[in-house]
């Protein structure tokens, strides 16, 4: 097992040095506190990001074994390598935040030894017994959602399904049984989690308070260049620009559901039910568009039938994703990103399919684990994977503590802004639909599919870490963890289980990103701001028609213009970053409010006899 080199305190030999003493009885001034240097403080943090990258290498590698052939020998490597981080983190950053009060540092200096504070998601107490049994639940869990699989009848009989195959379900049977079988089949996965969790939160915490923050949260609000509060006000601020738009939408689609489902299944004022949406999350909505489709005599926009039809590869989608970044001027993948991705479930091993960016080596050993089907979903999931890749790429010769985004946001919203290029004339050029119509209607339809995605998930992405914030701060006690899920679903989705759901249940767990402990509010972040690189990128294309019709496929300048920007990683505050690439320093809904205004205006003429809201 890679041990980690441990930090020689330089406060133990640099305190007090005292003054020599006197002899003859005269006063001797008292013993002057002698701290650390800026020079030590640099030095520290050279040492710091040559420790932390072999640490990370080891703890990325040993993960990546474990997320493509889950074993019990493979998790306990992997929970291992994770506890050494943590073990080093915790003598590390109280270090870091002893020379944040050194005078003089240089920038770069003061910048690593804050994100230094700040490294990791999972802040873990110095108590070896706890840290390791920390590192082993957190583990665990990863572990047990990737294996997870709803199982029916006995024997031979016997059929189980994993969360691909119940997704499946969803998206493709408009049968309001079999939905809810499907997604009451997935939920019975995360139970067992629930006792695990508890522990998580409450050993995370004691970590957390031991580097100085109030609780996790805390910690995790703490990574956007200013204050916590001011975050969590910055995040209400885009959600206010944003939930007129969703409320439209959510009136559209629940009047659509209930004509099709009626009144027992979809009432016409409440919330829509959660299992009915074609995505197990309700996250995104994109299946239900045959039935939400404004103009169904335009030409048909279904790029998933072609894919299918034409049975791509997923080395094919991955590839065409590849060749928009390569068209913009940006560098090919390296081969090594062909011969050590996983692009497939791979038969007769457990994996955690859901799909992920990678940086092995933090040396542009570059990699994709994904369980590639030949969905539109899946192309646009590959531009956002390689989005990550990209940026990994551009940052790969900076200091580790550099080898991030902006912020995290950034991070998930660069592929994303480059698929808002794959309009309706791109995906022509590319074999994916036949016919392309520049009508008003056809704008339409094609909006209302971006919107399934893009519009329905801003809720979704705004409440999860609502809902971890709270449990983090005991405002949302163990006993009450499925009741603070659906109050902040229906707050903020109008979205509803089909039945009562107690703690018997553990809803959260049944997402990803519980169990992997991933932050979520970059998502919704990334929401926003992908919109405005994409606005960014389409004028230094030199495009001047309305933003939802803008492809910048082929533009250098727009390629420059990213890179510019990915090359800064974390090198410095994100206003800067969203600088380089648009000119303002604002994180702000504008582009994508400018965006869909087409659609919003079908969607309020719709909607004009209804009792929107829920
Ligand atoms: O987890 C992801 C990516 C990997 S960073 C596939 N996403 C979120 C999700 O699936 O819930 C992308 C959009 C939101
Ligand atoms: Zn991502």
């Known amino acids: 097992m890679h041990k980690p080199t441990l930090l020689i305190s330089l406060f133990?030999?640099?305190?007090?040095?005292?003054?020599?003493a006197g002899c003859s009885g005269e006063e001797v001034a008292p013993p002057k506190e002698v701290g650390p240097t800026?020079?030590?403080a640099t030095a520290f943090v050279k040492k710091a990001n040559d420790d932390?990258?072999?640490?990370?290498?080891a703890e990325a590698q040993a993960s990546w074994e474990y997320e493509t052939d889950i074993t019990d020998a493979h998790e306990k490597v992997s929970s291992e390598k994770r506890e050494a981080t943590m073990a080093y983190l915790t003598t590390a950053i109280p270090e870091a935040s002893k020379f944040l009060a050194v005078e003089g540092l240089d920038a770069d200096t003061k910048r690593q030894l804050q994100l230094l504070r700040l490294a990791g998601t999972l802040p873990s107490p110095s108590d070896p017994e706890a840290r390791k049994q920390l590192a082993e639940i957190a583990t665990r869990m990863n572990g047990m959602y990737g294996k997870g699989e709803y199982c029916t009848g006995e024997g031979d009989k016997k059929i189980c399904r994993d969360l691909g195959q119940l997704e499946e379900v969803l998206a493709t049977d408009?049968?309001?049984?079999?939905?809810?079988?499907?997604?009451n089949g997935w939920h019975t996965v995360s139970p067992p989690m629930r006792e695990d969790y508890a522990k998580f939160v409450e050993l995370g915490n004691q970590g957390a308070k031991e580097i100085g923050f109030a609780d996790m949260g805390e910690l995790w609000r703490s990574g956007y260049d200013m204050p916590?509060?001011?975050?969590?006000a910055d995040v209400d601020r885009l959600w206010k620009q944003v939930e007129p738009l969703y409320?439209?939408?959510?009136?559209?689609?629940?009047?659509?559901?209930?004509e099709k489902y009626g009144d027992a299944v979809v009432s016409k004022t409440g919330p829509i039910p959660a299992h009915l949406t074609g995505n197990m999350w309700a996250q995104t909505w994109e299946p239900l568009y045959p039935m939400l489709e404004p103009y169904p005599n335009e030409p048909d926009l279904d790029p998933g039938k072609e894919l299918h039809e034409q049975n791509w590869e997923p080395k094919k989608m991955a590839q065409t994703a590849e060749g928009f970044f390569v068209g913009m001027g940006l560098d090919p993948l390296p081969q090594t990103f062909w011969e050590r991705s996983m692009f497939v479930q791979p038969e007769g091993k457990e994996v955690v399919c859901h799909a992920s960016a990678w940086d092995v080596t933090f040396n542009n050993d570059l990699r994709i684990k994904m369980c590639i089907k030949p969905t539109y979903d899946d192309l646009v999931t590959l531009h956002h994977e390689l989005g990550h890749n990209y940026y990994y790429h551009a940052y790969y010769e900076l200091p580790v503590l550099y080898q991030n985004g902006a912020n995290d946001g950034f991070h998930e919203a660069i592929g994303d802004s480059i698929a808002l290029s794959m309009t309706p004339s791109y995906l022509k050029q590319i074999g994916l639909v036949d016919e392309v119509s520049q009508s008003n209607e056809s704008v339409v339809n094609y909006q209302m599919q971006v919107a399934l995605s893009k519009i329905a998930f801003l809720p979704f992405g705004r409440m999860i870490d609502q809902w971890r914030w709270d449990v983090f701060s005991g405002k949302i006690p163990p006993e009450k963890y499925n009741q603070g899920w659906w109050d902040l679903r229906l707050k903020f989705q109008g979205i509803a289980p089909e039945s009562p759901r107690d703690e018997s249940y553990f809803d959260p767990g049944a997402k990803y990103h519980i169990p992997g402990n991933t932050p979520y509010m970059r998502y919704f972040l990334?929401?926003?701001?992908?919109?405005?690189?994409?606005?960014?990128?389409?004028?230094?294309?030199?495009?001047?028609?309305?933003?939802?019709?803008?492809?910048?496929?082929g533009?250098?300048?727009?390629?420059t213009k990213l890179n510019t920007m990915l090359k800064m990683g974390s090198s410095k505050p994100w206003p800067d970053a969203l600088e380089a690439i648009s000119g303002t320093r604002q994180a702000d809904a504008s582009a994508i409010l400018e965006y869909f205004a087409p659609l919003q205006a079908y969607l309020k003429e719709q909607n004009a006899s209804e009792q929107c809201g829920w």
């Open 38 to 40: 800026a020079e030590e």
């Open 555 to 559: 533009s250098k300048e727009a390629g």
């Open 174 to 183: 408009r049968d309001a049984a079999a939905q809810l079988e499907a997604w």
């Open 12 to 20: 133990a030999m640099l305190t007090s040095v005292s003054g020599l």
């Open 247 to 258: 409320k439209d939408l959510h009136c559209y689609t629940r009047k659509r559901l209930n």
């Open 526 to 553: 990334a929401d926003i701001l992908q919109f405005q690189f994409y606005k960014a990128m389409c004028d230094s294309s030199g495009y001047t028609g309305p933003l939802n019709q803008c492809s910048f496929f």
């Open 228 to 232: 916590p509060a001011e975050f969590e």
């Open 52 to 57: 932390l990258k072999a640490l990370w290498v």
